[in-house]
């Protein structure tokens, strides 16, 4: 079994950063591929970012040049570093593995891009 949890959220200034981290318990972290995703109300969930087992990433084309993901697998964590926010990067961003499990969905923590 694998718990998620989200942190790192917060209201920043366009322009601003901020990093996001994912916490994992479980011993199968290390063999998932792990993956952000982002959500506004009333709209389905995007992908934001994927890495794989050995690090390899792939960005969605709005993100690419401004976020960065990583895992630390010792801590069984991954990061979303993200900067040059914009209003639109306002959602909930969530992490779960690539293709998403259901049951591993966590509460996801919100950023809000605003002046």
């Known amino acids: 079994q694998v718990q998620l949890v989200e942190s790192g959220g917060g209201l920043v200034q366009p322009g601003g950063s901020l990093r996001l981290s994912c916490a994992a318990s479980?011993?199968?972290?290390?063999?998932?591929?792990m993956a952000w995703y982002r959500q506004v109300p009333g709209k389905e969930r995007d992908l934001v970012a994927t890495?794989?087992?050995?690090?390899?990433?792939y960005y969605a084309d709005a993100m690419k040049g401004r976020f960065t993901i990583s895992r630390d697998n010792a801590k069984n964590t991954v990061y979303l570093q993200m900067n040059s926010l914009q209003p639109e990067d306002t959602a909930v961003y969530c992490c779960n593995a690539r293709p998403a499990v259901q049951r591993y969905w966590g509460q996801g923590t919100q950023v809000t891009v605003s002046t």
């Open positions: 479980g011993s199968i972290f290390k063999s998932l591929r």
């Open positions: 890495i794989t087992q050995g690090g390899s990433t």
